[in-house]
C-alpha cells in the first residue's frame, strides 16, 4: 500500500497535489502490461524496441487525487484522456486493443491493485514494440502499458519565472503537437532544460509563426482586463483537458475566453499569465524574460480558478462530479 494523504486544508488545496516530485526516480508503483497487472519493476521491453529508437509510441498522463475525508481517490477526467489516448494512436498506426470503458477499468484495477492512499499520476503508453531497424510506422507489432506512481506537483504552483524558448514549438506538419507521441517530447525537453540551465523555472514556446503555443508540457493562458484568452487549437498545441476544465469554469462563473492567437509581446502586458495541465495542474507565471507579470504575484483570477480546480478534482464539488470518478469501490 502507498500511502502519504494527511488532511488537506485549504492552503493545502492551494499547494496542488501532495507527493514525490517528477525528478525523483520512481522505485514503487504498479503496472498493466501485455494483459496483467503487476509491480512496475517488472514491466520490461528489450532494448532493440522500435520505439525506444525513434519515439515510436504516444502516452498520456492522468492524475488521481487522493480525498482524505472520504477515502478515496478520484480519477480526473479518465474518459477524455483514453479519448486523446486513442487518436493519438490512431496518429501513429497504432491499433489500441481496448475501448475507453476498458482503459478506465484497468486503470481502476491498478489503483486497486496498488491501494494508493496519495495523489498518483497514471502514464499508459502504447508504443512499437517490434525489434525492427527500419524507419515506419506499419507492420509493426504494438505493446501497451499504463503505470500508477505517487505523484506530486510537476511545477510549483504559486508563482513560476518563465522565458520565451528560442526553441520552436513542432508545427503540424513536422510532428503534430495534438497527439501526445512520445518522440515529439524531446521538443519539450530542450526547452525545458534551456530554460532552466538559464535560471528560469520554465519554457514558453512559440510556433514556427512566432505566436504563443504553450508551454513545456502545458497550455498557456493569458489574462486582458478581465478576459481570458488561449492560443486555438491550430496554434500547434495540445488540445488540453485542464485547458478545456479551466475554460468550462470561466465561463461558468461568467469570465470572457477567447481562444486567439497570442503574440509575444502580449506576454509583456498581460495581467496574469498561467499554465494548465495535468502535471502543471493550474500555474501562475509571474515573471517572463525578465519583466514582471501584472503585480508580480499570483493573480485574483488565476486564484479564483485554482480554488475551484483544487476543489472539483479532490471530488467536493458537487455540480463536477461528472470530471471525477472514484477508484475504489
Ligand atoms: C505539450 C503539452 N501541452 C499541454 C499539456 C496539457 O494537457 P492536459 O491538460 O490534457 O494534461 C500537456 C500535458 O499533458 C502537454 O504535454
Redesign the pocket.
Known amino acids: 500500500m502507498f500511502s502519504g494523504g494527511e488532511n488537506i486544508n485549504s492552503e493545502q488545496v492551494l499547494a496542488g497535489a501532495a507527493g514525490p516530485s517528477p525528478t525523483q526516480e520512481f522505485d514503487e508503483g504498479m503496472a498493466f502490461f501485455r494483459g496483467r497487472i503487476m509491480p512496475l519493476a517488472e514491466a520490461q521491453v528489450s532494448v532493440a524496441t522500435h520505439a525506444l529508437h525513434y519515439g515510436t509510441g504516444c502516452f498520456e498522463?492522468i492524475r488521481a487525487y487522493w480525498n482524505e475525508e472520504r477515502q478515496n481517490l478520484y480519477l480526473l477526467k479518465a474518459a477524455e484522456h483514453y479519448e486523446r489516448f486513442q487518436d493519438s494512436c490512431r496518429m501513429i498506426r497504432i491499433t489500441c486493443p481496448y475501448t475507453v470503458e476498458e482503459l478506465v477499468e484497468t486503470t481502476r484495477a491498478l489503483l486497486n491493485a496498488g491501494g494508493f492512499r496519495c495523489d498518483v499520476y497514471i502514464r499508459p503508453v502504447a508504443f512499437k514494440a517490434s525489434r525492427v531497424i527500419k524507419l515506419t510506422l506499419r507492420e509493426l507489432r504494438d505493446d501497451l502499458a499504463v503505470y500508477a506512481v505517487p505523484l506530486g506537483n510537476y511545477i510549483d504552483v504559486g508563482g513560476l519565472r518563465a522565458m520565451v524558448s528560442a526553441w520552436a514549438r513542432v508545427s503540424d506538419n513536422a510532428i503534430p503537437?495534438r497527439s501526445?507521441l512520445t518522440g515529439s517530447y524531446v521538443n519539450?525537453a530542450l526547452a525545458s532544460d534551456d530554460a532552466h540551465e538559464k535560471g528560469y523555472d520554465e519554457a514558453i514556446l512559440l510556433g514556427s509563426d512566432g505566436h504563443v503555443s504553450?508551454g513545456a508540457?502545458?497550455?498557456l493562458f493569458i489574462a486582458r482586463r478581465g478576459t481570458l484568452i488561449t492560443p486555438p487549437v491550430t496554434a500547434d498545441?495540445?488540445e488540453?483537458?485542464?485547458?478545456s476544465i479551466v475554460m468550462d469554469l470561466a465561463k461558468e462563473n461568467g469570465i470572457p475566453v477567447e481562444e486567439r492567437l497570442i503574440d509575444r509581446t502580449e506576454l509583456y502586458v498581460a495581467d496574469e499569465v498561467f499554465l494548465?495541465?495535468?502535471?502543471a495542474q493550474i500555474a501562475p507565471v509571474t515573471e517572463i524574460d525578465g519583466r514582471t507579470v501584472g503585480s508580480g504575484r499570483r493573480g485574483p483570477l488565476v486564484e479564483h480558478l485554482q480554488e475551484m480546480f483544487f476543489r472539483a478534482v479532490r471530488g467536493d464539488d458537487p455540480a463536477h462530479q461528472d470530471w471525477v470518478m472514484a477508484a475504489y469501490d
Do not use: H, Q, V
Open positions: 498522463g503537437a501526445k519539450m504553450e508540457g502545458s497550455n498545441i495540445l488540453g483537458i485542464t485547458r494548465t495541465g495535468t502535471g
